[in-house]
C-alpha cells in the first residue's frame, strides 16, 4: 500500500520543495540588501508577463524538455546519462551539417532532415559509452562525463578548422540557407489572430518537444520494449531470469538517450542561431538532469520540469539585467531549486508521509473486526 | 526448573504493541523467559516474530508496553543499550565483514582506543577462554570468507558473547545449514544452556521446537496466540496455533507413473566468472510425470543448474528438452528460448529473480511472458488483457490480497511466490524447474503450493525441483539426486531412501556400492 495518495506524491512533494528553495533564495536575496518580493515580481512580469518573456521561457524549455527526456530514459533502465550535454553538442553538428550542405526546398523537409541528423549524432555519441558499459563494464557516469569533453573538442576543432567560413575570426558555421528557417511562435500563431513577440525565439521545435514526451510516454507505459526497460531497470536479476538482454536494453536506452538529447539541437542551433556556435547547448545537458528528477524521469513530470526551469533562467535573466542581483545569485537561486526538488527531496518526503499516516490513524477508525463478546 | 520458577525471569515483556501505520505489528504480547532456558518463538512469516525482537534489540521504539531484563524494568532506545543490557543477537543473514578475519570481525564495534593491536590480543585471549567455555572452537585468524556457514555462524554467537550477553536470540538459524551443521548448533545451544545462558529461537520449522526449546510461544497476525510447554505440545498442535486452522503436514500423493524422458542432462558443466567449476559433469533425466527432486546444501551447484537450465548461465555438454537439443553458450541461450521449448521456472530467490518488485501483480503477471501474442496489440501491450488474466490467476491460486493493481512488494512471501507459481504454472509447461517452492513462506500456502505441484506431475509434466529443506524433497519427490560440490552424489527412489542416507550423501559421503544410474 502507497503511504500516500498520488496526488500528494505528484503535486504536493514538488510544490513544497519549490516553496522551501523560495523561502530560502528570498533570504540570501534579503542577505545582499534587495527586495525579494520585487525580485519575484521581477521575475514573474519578465518571464511570462509578456510574450515576449514566454517566447524565451518556452524557448528555454523546448531544450530542457528534450534533455529532461534524454536523462529520464536512462533513469529508467537505470543508467545516468550524464553526457546529455556531449549528445546535443554532437546533434547541433549533425543539425548544421544537413542545414548546410542539403539544399531543401521547404523548412518542413529541412526540419525533418535535421531532426534525424540530430538524433542519429546524439544516438552515436551515447551509444559508445552505452557500448562500453554493455561489454566491458566501463562505468558510464565516468565514460559520458569525458565525451562531453570529447565532444566539446571535437566541436572545438570542428568549427574552427573546417567549418568556419574562410575568413571569418568566429569559431562557428556559416549562417544557414533560408530555406532551413523554421517558424517561429509568432509566425504559427498569427494566422491565428494570436499577436506573439517577433523577437522570442521559441519555435515549432517546441511542438516536436511536446511529440518526443507523448513519444516517450507511450513507448515507456504501453510498449514491451518500454516494460523490459524498466524491469531491467528494477532489477537486472531479474531481467536475466526473464530473458531481457542486458546488453540489447543499455544499448537501446543509451541510444534513444542520446538521440532525444541531440534532437535539441533542431531548437537552439537551428531554430534559434540558425548556424552552430561553439558551447551552444549553455549547459542545457545539465538542466536535464534536475528537469528529470523533478519531473520524476515520467514525461509529464519532465514537460512541467523543464517550463518551470524555463521560468527560472528566463526570470533569472531579468533580474540581472534590471537589478544589481549579480548573475551568479541567479545561478545560486537556481541550484537552490536542484538542491530541494532533485537531491534533498526525501527530505520534504518523509515528514510529508508522517503527517500522512498520523492523519490516517486519527481518522476515526473503522468499525474494527471487535470480537463480538459472548453473553455469559 | 522448579529451582528456576523462584528466579526473576530472564526477559519479561509486558503489554508490547507496535503499529506501523495501519498494520499493527504487534499487539499487547507480555512474555516471560527464564533464565537458563531455551524459548522458542514460532509463527508464520509476518506473525510479528522479527519485529518483537527488533523492539528488543532496539531496532524499533514499542509504542506501549514495558521490558523488564532480569527482573529490572529497561528501556532500549538502541542496540548499545540492548548489547549493554546483556542481550546479543544472531542475525537470520549474518553481519560479519567477508575480508576480516574471525578475530577482527568480533571487535568490529568494541574496540577499545584508537590502536587496534591491544583489542586483538584482548580479545584473542578472552575468545580462547568462551572456546573452552561452551566449546566454540574457530581459527581466530581465518578469514570469514574462507570458512563455511556454520563457522560463521559460530562467529556471530562469538561475538554476543564477547560482548557478554546472557541473553542470545537466533533468528531463523538452521536456513542456511546442513542437518549435520543444525545438530551442532543445537548442540552448542544446548551447552550454553547448561552454562545459564538464555537463549530465544525463532524459527518457522516445528521439529527444531520440538527438540531444542523448552517452552515455546505461537505468534499469528501480532498477536501471541499461546505460550506452552514443548514437552506438553505436538507439532499438529503448534501448527494448528500458528495458521488457526488444522493443516495437514504430509503431501498426498499417488504413486508416479513416469512417462517418457522429458529432461535428459548430459555431461553438464558450468565455470563461474572467476573461473571456478560449479558444475562439474552433472548426468540427471527426469521423466513425464515425475517429480525429481536435487537436494544438498546450498552452494553445490544447484542454483548454476537450474540458471543454465532457465537459460541466463553460460554451459557445456548436452541438454535435451523433448528429445531437442538445447543451446547452453549462444544467441538462443536465453530465457524467452527456453519458455519456447516448453519450460517454466520458478526461481529460488522471487526476490531478485522471479519478480520485479516495483512492478504491479498484472505486470508480473506477463513477466517473461510479456511477448506473448496475447498479451498484444498491434506495437503496444494489451494491458487490459493482462489486467484480465490476473485477475483470473489470482483467483484460481488464492492470492490475497486480489488486487492486481498492488506492487509485488506489497503482497506476503507467500503470495507473491503464488504469483509467480501462477504465472508458470498455468503456461502449461512440459518442464516445471522450481527451486526452493517454500522458502519464506507460511504454512497454510506450503500446503497449497505443495498440492499445486503435486498437481502438475499427475497430468503428466516432469518437475526438476530445488531445495535445501530436505523434508521438502522427501515429502515431494518421486526420485531424489543428492548434489555436492558440483556432482550428482547419487540418485535414489524417494520411498527407499531417509534423512540419515541423504544427509551423509549431501555432506559428500557415499558408500562404496553406489547404484548404477537408470537408463
Given at each position: 500500500m502507497d503511504v500516500m495518495p498520488k496526488w500528494a506524491e505528484v503535486v504536493l512533494v514538488p510544490l513544497i520543495s519549490l516553496l522551501l528553495a523560495a523561502i530560502l533564495s528570498a533570504l540570501v536575496i534579503l542577505g545582499i540588501g534587495e527586495d525579494p518580493v520585487a525580485a519575484v515580481k521581477l521575475m514573474i512580469s519578465g518571464a511570462l508577463g509578456s510574450t515576449y518573456g514566454w517566447g524565451y521561457t518556452l524557448y528555454y524549455a523546448t531544450n530542457f524538455m528534450f534533455t529532461g527526456l534524454c536523462v529520464a530514459i536512462a533513469f529508467h533502465a537505470r543508467l545516468f546519462n550524464i553526457g546529455g550535454e556531449g549528445q546535443a553538442m554532437l546533434g547541433g553538428l549533425g543539425v548544421a551539417l544537413a542545414c548546410l550542405y542539403i539544399p531543401w526546398p521547404h523548412w518542413s523537409l529541412a526540419l525533418l532532415g535535421a531532426t534525424t541528423m540530430a538524433a542519429i549524432f546524439g544516438a552515436t555519441w551515447a551509444a559508445i559509452p552505452a557500448f562500453l558499459q554493455a561489454k566491458?563494464?566501463?562505468?558510464i557516469v565516468i565514460t559520458t562525463i569525458m565525451f562531453n569533453f570529447i565532444a566539446a573538442a571535437v566541436l572545438n576543432y570542428t568549427l574552427v578548422n573546417l567549418m568556419r567560413p574562410a575568413g571569418s575570426m568566429d569559431p562557428a558555421t556559416a549562417r544557414f540557407p533560408d530555406a532551413t528557417k523554421l517558424p517561429t511562435l509568432h509566425d504559427m500563431l498569427a494566422p491565428i489572430g494570436i499577436n506573439f513577440s517577433k523577437a522570442a525565439p521559441a519555435n515549432i521545435s517546441l511542438l516536436v518537444a511536446i511529440a518526443a514526451c507523448i513519444f516517450l510516454w507511450v513507448l515507456i507505459w504501453r510498449t514491451r520494449l518500454g516494460y523490459e526497460i524498466r524491469a531491467y531497470g528494477h532489477s537486472e536479476s531479474a531481467a536475466k531470469y526473464a530473458g531481457i538482454s542486458p546488453f540489447k536494453i543499455t544499448m537501446i536506452a543509451m541510444t534513444i538517450s542520446g538521440a532525444l538529447a541531440g534532437m535539441m539541437a533542431i531548437n537552439?542551433?537551428?531554430?534559434?542561431?540558425?548556424r552552430l556556435v561553439l558551447n551552444a547547448t549553455e549547459g542545457a545537458g545539465f538542466i536535464g538532469i534536475a528537469v528529470a528528477l523533478m519531473g520524476r524521469s515520467h514525461p509529464l513530470g519532465v514537460f512541467l520540469a523543464a517550463i518551470l526551469f524555463g521560468f527560472l533562467y528566463q526570470g533569472g535573466a531579468e533580474l540581472a539585467l534590471w537589478t544589481t542581483i549579480p548573475r551568479e545569485l541567479i545561478v545560486v537561486i537556481q541550484a537552490l531549486v536542484i538542491l530541494f526538488t532533485g537531491a534533498l527531496d526525501n527530505m520534504v518526503r518523509m515528514p510529508l508521509e508522517k503527517i500522512f499516516l498520523t492523519v490516517r490513524s486519527l481518522r476515526p477508525p473503522k468499525p474494527e473486526r471487535k470480537p463480538v463478546e459472548p453473553a455469559e | 526448573m522448579e529451582r528456576q520458577a523462584?528466579?526473576?525471569?530472564a526477559i519479561e515483556l509486558k503489554g508490547i504493541s507496535k503499529a506501523f501505520g495501519p498494520v499493527q505489528a504487534n499487539k499487547d504480547i507480555s512474555i516471560r523467559v527464564m533464565p537458563g532456558t531455551i524459548h522458542g518463538i514460532i509463527g508464520e512469516n509476518g506473525a510479528g516474530k522479527s519485529t518483537l525482537m527488533s523492539i528488543l534489540y532496539g531496532f524499533y521504539k514499542a509504542d506501549k508496553g514495558e521490558i523488564f531484563i532480569s527482573g529490572k524494568k529497561t528501556d532500549i532506545p538502541d542496540s548499545q543499550a540492548a548489547i549493554a543490557a546483556g542481550i546479543g543477537m544472531v542475525f537470520q543473514h549474518f553481519k560479519l565483514v567477508e575480508n576480516f578475519t574471525v578475530l577482527e570481525n568480533i571487535i568490529l564495534g568494541a574496540e577499545d582506543g584508537g590502536l587496534l593491536k591491544p583489542s586483538l590480543s584482548k580479545a584473542r585471549k578472552s575468545l580462547l577462554k568462551l572456546a573452552d567455555d561452551y566449546g566454540l572452537r574457530v581459527d581466530p585468524d581465518a578469514l570469514i570468507q574462507d570458512i563455511g556457514v556454520g563457522m560463521q555462524q559460530r562467529v556471530e554467537i562469538l561475538k554476543a558473547l564477547y560482548r557478554q550477553a546472557d541473553i542470545l536470540i537466533l533468528d531463523e538459524p538452521t536456513g542456511v545449514l546442513t542437518p549435520a551443521e543444525a545438530d551442532q548448533l543445537f548442540r552448542i545451544l544446548g551447552r550454553l544452556k547448561s552454562e545459564g545462558k538464555t537463549i530465544i529461537l525463532i524459527t518457522h520449522k516445528l521439529r527444531e521446537i520440538m527438540e531444542t526449546t523448552d517452552t515455546v510461544s505461537v505468534m499469528r497476525r501480532g498477536e501471541m496466540t499461546a505460550t506452552v510447554k514443548t514437552s506438553e505440545t505436538s507439532p499438529a498442535q503448534l501448527a494448528e496455533l500458528m495458521v488457526g486452522r488444522k493443516v495437514l503436514l504430509r503431501v498426498d500423493k499417488d504413486i508416479a507413473k513416469p512417462g517418457e524422458v522429458i529432461l535428459d542432462i548430459k555431461g553438464l558443466r558450468v565455470v563461474d566468472d572467476k573461473g571456478v567449476e560449479r558444475l562439474r559433469g552433472i548426468d540427471l533425466q527426469v521423466r513425464a510425470g515425475e517429480i525429481l527432486g536435487v537436494a544438498g546444501v546450498?552452494?553445490?551447484?544447484q542454483s548454476e543448474l537450474l540458471e543454465v537450465l532457465g537459460g541466463y548461465r553460460i554451459g557445456t555438454g548436452s541438454v535435451r528438452v523433448n528429445g531437442q537439443e538445447l543451446d547452453l553458450t549462444g544467441k538462443h541461450s536465453d530465457g524467452q528460448s527456453r519458455r519456447k521449448h516448453g519450460i517454466a521456472h520458478v526461481p529460488e530467490d522471487r526476490q531478485r529473480e522471479g519478480l520485479i518488485m516495483d512492478y504491479h501483480a498484472w505486470e508480473n503477471t506477463a513477466f517473461g511472458y510479456h511477448k506473448d501474442p496475447a498479451y498484444r496489440s498491434g506495437i503496444l501491450m494489451n494491458n487490459a488483457a493482462i489486467k484480465a488474466d490476473t485477475v483470473e490467476k489470482m483467483e484460481r491460486f488464492d492470492v490475497r490480497p486480489p488486487n492486481p493493481k498492488l506492487a509485488a512488494k506489497s503482497f506476503s512471501g507467500g503470495n507473491q511466490q503464488k504469483l509467480v507459481l501462477a504465472r508458470e504454472i498455468e503456461r502449461n509447461p512440459d518442464l516445471l524447474l522450481i527451486g526452493q517452492p517454500t522458502r519464506g513462506v507460511d504454512i497454510g500456502a506450503i500446503e497449497f503450493i505443495h498440492q499445486q505441484i503435486v498437481a502438475l506431475r499427475d497430468q503428466g509434466k516432469a518437475i526438476l525441483l530445488v531445495s535445501v529443506e530436505l523434508e521438502e524433497i522427501l515429502a515431494l519427490s518421486d526420485r531424489v539426486a543428492v548434489m555436492f560440490d558440483g556432482q550428482v552424489m547419487g540418485t535414489r527412489d524417494a520411498s527407499a531412501t531417509d534423512e540419515k542416507e541423504l544427509g551423509l550423501m549431501m555432506a559428500g559421503i557415499t558408500e562404496a556400492q553406489t547404484p548404477p544410474m537408470e537408463a
Open positions: 566491458r563494464g566501463s562505468h537552439n542551433v537551428m531554430g534559434e542561431a540558425e | 523462584t528466579a526473576a525471569p546450498a552452494g553445490n551447484g
